[in-house]
């Protein structure tokens, strides 16, 4: 059985940073299938990072400079290194995982989903 555990996840003061780690089991991946989403309650789920199947990385414009995507493949686990947090990055945060898609950004792409965790940036 294949999961994806999120991690690192909690409460912090705008400006401060987190850290997310997300941990598979049941196979491998390769960073470059990996990515990160968020969904603020009342909204789409939304793309914020990934890698491409070159290793390049790409981000969401919101996040760009300030959030840093990375992978351990050895430990088949993908890190999403956050700085100056705000306010408006609060969400749940989850990693994917696609075995095939092409699309970075595209949620359809994606095969398997963690289960999320929680983000919260106070003023």
């Known amino acids: 059985q294949v999961r994806l555990v999120e991690s690192g996840g909690g409460l912090v003061q705008a400006g401060g940073s987190l850290r997310l780690s997300c941990a598979a089991s049941?196979?491998?991946?390769?960073?470059?299938?990996r990515g990160w989403f968020r969904q603020d309650p009342g909204k789409e789920r939304e793309f914020v990072a990934s890698?491409?199947?070159?290793?390049?990385?790409y981000y969401a414009d919101s996040v760009k400079g300030r959030f840093a995507i990375s992978g351990d493949n050895a430990k088949n686990t993908v890190y999403l290194q956050m700085h100056s947090l705000q306010p408006e990055d609060t969400a749940v945060y989850y990693c994917?995982?696609?075995?095939?898609?092409?699309?970075?950004?595209?949620?359809?792409?994606?095969?398997?989903w963690g289960q999320g965790t929680q983000v919260t940036v106070s003023t």
């Open positions: 049941g196979r491998t991946f390769g960073r470059n299938a």
């Open positions: 994917a995982a696609r075995v095939h898609g092409s699309t970075y950004s595209d949620q359809s792409s994606y095969n398997y």
């Open positions: 890698f491409g199947w070159t290793g390049s990385t």
